[in-house]
């Protein structure tokens, strides 16, 4: 009988655990020129990401996770770069 008790107390406590685990969207940063001189392949790069994160999503995400975008823009400068990829 103790046996039972402690196997169904597992149980439940595994169960109450899986419950409460926190679900949360898996982020995925983009730093792109969207301004400037080469701004056309950034908009590009930035399309193809979203629609690439958008068929993700559309199958279930990423175990089960929903996947999102962060973009910033770099405008194909070094530091603009640095700057965003601190902040982000």
């Given amino acids: 009988m103790r046996c039972r008790n402690w196997k169904l107390l597992v149980l ?6 899986s419950i409460s685990q926190a679900r949360a969207d898996i ?3 983009d730093a792109s020129p969207l ?3 080469v701004s056309w392949a950034g908009e590009q ?8 994160v958008a068929d993700i999503n ?5 175990l089960g ?3 999102r975008v962060i973009s910033v823009n770099d405008a194909c400068e070094t530091q603009q770069a ?3 990829a601190r902040n982000s």
């Avoid at 439940?12 to 655990?17: E, Y």
């Avoid at 790069?45 to 690439?52: H, P």
């Avoid at 559309?58 to 990423?62: I, K, L, P």
Wanted: glycine share 16%; hydrophobic share 60%; charged share 5%.
């Fill in 82 to 84: 640095l700057a965003a």
């Fill in 12 to 17: 439940l406590a595994a169960t109450l655990i």
């Fill in 27 to 29: 982020l995925i940063g």
């Fill in 35 to 37: 301004t400037g001189a």
């Fill in 45 to 52: 790069a930035l399309v193809g990401t979203e629609l690439a």
């Fill in 65 to 67: 996770e929903q996947v």
């Fill in 58 to 62: 559309a199958q279930g995400g990423v």
